[in-house]
């Protein structure tokens, strides 16, 4: 059986603000990548149904350990830019909120 590796690959750049004290051990530009076992080329439908399933699984698993591993690297981020982000997030908000009072009041 000819099984072919594909990849899910993910990369990200981070741009902190310029008062961030960078941990050593995050990376402002990463790229990870996740095997992925492709199907192999199948004669019949019923190996061509099972082998389908196998890639799903494993896509499947793929995609749940990028979740973790960006989840991990993406809080180390956010713990280390700190308060810094705090305004910002505060603003967008209230424009939200106003717009929502805006609604409210043409009714």
Do not use: C
């Not at 439908?45 to 196998?54: G, H, I, M, N, Y």
Request: proline share 6%; charged share 35%.
């Amino acid at each position: 059986m000819d099984v072919r590796s594909r990849e899910l690959t993910v990369t990200y750049k981070i741009v902190p603000p310029p008062s961030t004290v960078t941990p050593p051990s995050l990376s402002q530009e990463t790229t990870h990548r996740f095997s992925i076992t492709s199907l192999p080329d199948l004669e019949s439908k019923e190996d061509a149904d099972s082998e389908l399933k196998r890639y799903y699984a494993s896509l499947r698993a793929s995609i749940a350990e990028a979740r973790t591993k960006l989840g991990e690297e993406l809080t180390a981020w956010r713990d280390a830019v700190g308060n810094t982000e705090l305004g910002k997030e505060k603003s967008v908000k209230t424009e939200a909120d106003d717009e929502g009072e805006e609604e409210n009041a043409e009714e």
